[in-house]
């Protein structure tokens, strides 16, 4: 019997879904290779590899046989061979942005365990997608809203959920895309640097944000009677902004985001919520080439009277702060601590806190591989992002089943 591989599922599977790989048909406890390789839609080479040896009977179960030393990873991780890719291009992110195609993912069993691959003895290829069977994707150009509606399959009413992005601007689906998978009518919602919207704001007017929520609790498919936010970095900064100031907010996820105004100012008719003053030379260098902005920030709790804070003892949303202790980029742990204590003073209860070790700014649905150096979203220069490749798959995984029972119990149980 020749070697082959055994995937479940076999031909495709959703892209934070767990794959199980197993190769058949090898010799007893034969020593290989595996190598999995997935290209982005630019082209770019994202690869991962590690070593394994096959039972008495010849076959070799992830699940069941941890990695020799010597590859992208060790020890027993059925999904290594996903988590562990990375790309060839240094410092280049996997990014998706067409959601309605999968990646292709090749996976690849070589002889033996050298530094070259040794002999070809079995390859396979699967698809890793964006959407389920029956999820609607479209388009939404109501009003100023530049967004993407994603539903469930089905006629009936849904948890509504808006996905707001970090710096960054454009228009992100591939997380939006990922929930509505799990049944949350989900909006991706654009607010600069996309169509007409504006390319340099001076502020982020909440306005704009409380249409797209309107347009949501106004849709036939959407349950209200409110609606939950995810937002990352500085989408989760204007998640936290928008349930201080609009009704109708009942759960914010918030991912590695500042408690206080960064960058670009909020105004919310009358109010103005100017920003952290940001310095440039409080960077620390790590290396020649990379830099470490998590200082670069005033510190919002030690100012007195700070105006840059967001009035989070004014919302009556339940908050789930997920954060990386390895952040970089925002002091994102210390963050949400000093502002729960703040809440927990005036006897709220209404927080959690998800604190993840080795875990840097960047925290993405399952098995996006680590983007733990990359561009300052305002200085545009090399920056450290933080976060350690085992840990994070980890947090990745863990974090994100945290996020949905999170949205379940606020605006479905509820």
Not at 76 to 102: I, T
Not at 223 to 228: A, E, Q
Not at 282 to 291: E, G, R
Request: with cysteine.
């Amino acid at each position: 019997m020749a070697p082959s591989i055994r995937l479940s599922p076999a031909a495709r599977s959703l892209f934070d879904e767990p794959l199980a790989i197993a190769v058949q048909g090898l010799g007893p406890r034969q020593q290989v290779t595996l190598r999995t390789s997935l290209r982005d839609e630019t082209g770019e080479l994202f690869q991962a590899s590690a070593r394994y040896q096959a039972g008495d009977d010849g076959e070799l179960d992830l699940a069941r046989c941890p990695a020799l030393p010597g590859g992208s990873f060790s020890g027993l991780e059925p999904m290594g061979l996903l988590w562990a890719l990375q790309p060839q291009k240094p410092f280049w992110r996997l990014v998706k942005r067409d959601v309605q195609s999968p990646f292709l993912l090749q996976l690849e069993v070589f002889e033996g365990h050298g530094e070259r691959p040794g002999q070809l003895l079995a390859q396979a290829q699967h698809e890793r997608a964006f959407l389920r069977d029956g999820v609607r994707r479209i388009p939404v150009r109501e009003g100023r809203i530049r967004a993407t509606l994603f539903l469930p399959p089905g006629e009936d009413t849904f948890p509504g959920v808006i996905d707001i992005h970090g710096l960054g601007g454009g228009l992100f689906e591939p997380r939006a895309s990922l929930l509505a998978n799990h049944g949350f009518a989900t909006l991706a919602l654009a607010y600069y640097q996309y169509e007409d919207l504006p390319q340099e704001p001076k502020k982020l007017h909440l306005e704009y944000f409380e249409e797209a929520m309107n347009y949501m609790l106004q849709h036939p498919q959407v349950k209200g009677p409110g609606v939950g936010l995810l937002g990352f970095s500085k989408g989760g900064e204007v998640s936290l902004a928008m349930a201080a100031f609009l009704k109708n907010i009942v759960a914010v996820a918030s991912l590695n985001a500042p408690v206080a105004a960064t960058c670009i100012p909020f105004s919310y008719k009358d109010k103005i919520i100017p920003t952290l003053t940001l310095y440039e030379h409080k960077a620390k260098a790590t290396n020649p080439k990379f830099l470490d902005f998590s200082d670069a920030h005033d510190d919002p709790f030690q100012a007195p009277g700070n105006q840059s804070l967001i009035p989070l003892d004014k919302a009556e949303a339940q908050f789930l702060f997920v954060v990386g202790q390895d952040d970089r980029v925002v002091k994102s742990e210390y963050c949400a601590t000093e502002v729960c204590k703040l809440l927990q003073a005036q006897g709220k209860g209404n927080f959690q806190i998800l604190s993840y070790p080795g875990t840097g700014h960047c925290i993405d649905p399952p098995f996006f591989p680590l983007y733990r150096l990359g561009s300052h979203p305002v200085f545009h220069k090399r920056a450290v992002l933080g976060g350690e490749l085992r840990a994070y798959s980890k947090a990745q995984v863990h974090a994100w089943s945290q996020i949905l029972a999170f949205f379940r119990k606020y605006l479905i149980n509820k």
